[in-house]
């Protein structure tokens, strides 16, 4: 049996590949499909054909939910989200470390919340009828993969804790000039 030093390293390094190839595989599609799609509908359709494609908005709005739903965990592991570390350098290291974790520890409850609730409102949105306005397609898929987007941030903070525990410092995934 596997001990704990090199499982979850082994874990951590999995998540990351998984993470990456997703953001640059689906997140690349649907940048392209957003480009191609916008160019095509207002220079061709719009201004050339006066002739605008019905629902180009819905769809660029849906992608933009895309977009973002796959750049929050990639953005938890590599470290793009903001933090404030202005008392930081006033502190003990053992109490920062222990206030990192007791942060960690806060965000990880609100977005099992968050996670929680999407989910939820993703299996009632068809009930509520909430559509986007031209097209109608169902927000609840969406929802749902707003929810499992979330749901991974989660995951990403309780590695993070345990990389705080374990060693003082968490590893971020480093995008540039390292290979994966």
Known sequence: MTDDKELLPGLIRVLD???????????GATLLFMTVFSVTNVLIMRKALNNPIVGAEDLLVLSLVVIVALSVPLGARTG?????????GYMSAGF???SKVAVKIMGFVVLVLMSWRLWYAGDTAAKFGETTQ???????PFYYLLSVSIGIYAF???LDIWQLI???KVITLKVYGEEL
């Open 134 to 140: 031209q097209l109608l397609i169902s927000y609840g």
């Open 166 to 168: 374990r060693s003082d």
């Open 156 to 158: 990403v903070l309780l």
């Open 80 to 88: 793009a989200h903001i933090e404030i570390e202005v008392m930081e």
């Open 96 to 98: 920062a470390k222990w």
């Open 17 to 27: 590949k998984i993470l990456t190839w997703l953001a640059l595989i689906l997140g």
